[in-house]
């Protein structure tokens, strides 16, 4: 017997009716809808459900709600096309702690036990990653019932609580290729006081320790990204540091300038170019002015083991760039006219906040939009505001992956 409601039907429903439908969707499920078919897409231009896939900022709102799906972390969740309209979106209870970063549209963000799992905003799916007891300096303390209550830390072993230490233990995760695809990914974590970094291969189950900075060394990583097929993270002193991982999960590392560049900067960013190269993105703040700050743009020769300075003006002419917590992202403004050209899009990252600088001293928040060419850090939201607390970053920058 023939389906008496094919699933073609479905793109025959009056507008006027899937328009009430959407209003009655929060973000992530308006955009599911609006990316099912022309006539679906037509019907939630039409009621205001912006389609873009620029990254969207994501903030913190109201921490806990109750919520009859069973989601009860809320944020907020801001449009480069509209920037004064806010968009409420609720997650799980699970991801309601702190964020760690954000990677092929998926969000990483430590749980009520400080576990790390990623949860994609715009589809409500989540994957957990190896429990932080896998990494070789936190164990865990439980009451007698089993359950966890804290986890020792430091020579002293001062018990910390299982939900603070997620709060301050993790400082930016990527990851190598979006989850949802083939599940074949791998996560590189840089964590404790920034001086350690491990890798979790999916289907292992395990964090495996990779590099640590020695306490002592004034030096600590600023950031990571995967490019090329190889993982890299960055120190605040100009070390570079690329990573191979083979199939039996070994980790085979090669430095690149060891003694560093000369110079300690807190807002170093590595960033990956859809033309292949491999750049860093530095910042120095002016004492003197609220709005002008100092971009170096350097290019890493990894052939010839050399860095090679950039004029910052002319490096993304036809391109934006996104950096923050998230996993740096390089776009062409053939794809996406809207940004403007030649920008740097940059939010708060764990080592900023740790030093109250960069943002809240130059009077534009957590968000900051810099151009390279006029050298002006601008407001990327006018109307936002957010306080400082300890569930910083407050912000991150999520690319849809619908």
């Known amino acids: 017997m023939a389906d008496p409601c094919p699933s073609s039907c479905w793109a025959d429903l009056p507008s006027d009716l899937l328009g009430r439908i959407l209003q009655l969707l929060e973000l992530p499920e308006a955009l599911s809808v609006a990316s099912v078919c022309m006539s679906w897409s037509s019907a939630a231009s039409a009621a205001g459900v912006p389609r873009s896939h620029t990254p969207w900022l994501m903030s913190w709102s109201d921490f806990l709600v109750n919520d009859s799906k069973g989601r009860a972390c809320r944020t907020d969740f801001r449009s480069l096309l509209d920037t004064f309209k806010v968009y409420d979106v609720t997650l799980s209870r699970g991801c309601s702690l702190a964020w760690c970063g954000a990677s092929h549209g998926w969000l990483v963000a430590a749980d009520e036990l400080s576990n790390l799992l990623l949860c994609n905003p715009f589809t409500f799916a989540t994957i957990p990653l190896p429990p932080i007891t896998d990494l070789g300096c936190v164990e865990a303390v439980r009451d007698s019932e089993g359950s966890i209550v804290g986890y020792p830390l430091g020579k002293k072993q001062n018990r910390v609580g299982v939900k603070w230490i997620g709060r301050w233990f993790y400082q930016k995760v990527v990851l190598s290729c979006d989850p949802s695809q083939n599940g074949n990914y791998t996560a590189m974590l840089i964590h404790y006081d920034a001086n350690q970094i491990s890798f979790a291969v999916a289907g292992v189950g395990c964090w495996r320790l990779a590099s640590t900075i020695p306490q002592e060394n004034k030096d600590r990583y600023a950031d ?41 900067k807190k807002n170093r960013f590595l960033v990956s170019t859809p033309w292949g190269d491999l750049l860093q993105i530095s910042f120095l703040w002016s004492s003197h002015s609220t709005k002008r700050i100092r971009a170096q743009i350097h290019l890493f020769d990894i052939v010839k083991n050399r860095l090679l300075k950039l004029r910052s003006a002319e490096v993304f002419q036809e391109h934006a760039v996104f950096v923050g917590q998230n996993h740096s992202a390089c776009l062409s403004l053939k794809n996406f006219p809207e940004l403007k050209p030649n920008c740097v899009y940059l939010t708060r990252t764990w080592l900023a906040h740790r030093e109250i600088q960069g943002f809240s001293s130059q009077g534009v928040g957590g968000v900051g939009i810099y151009n390279l060419q006029s050298r002006v850090l601008e407001e990327g939201f006018p109307n936002y505001e957010h306080e400082l607390q300890d569930h910083l970053p407050c912000e991150v920058w999520v690319t849809p992956n619908l």
């Open 224 to 264: 990571c990204v995967f490019h090329s097929g190889r993982f890299y993270a960055l120190t605040l002193c100009g070390t570079l540091e690329m990573w191979n991982l083979d199939g039996s999960c070994e980790q085979k590392k090669n430095v690149f300038f060891p003694s560093g560049d000369g110079s300690r």
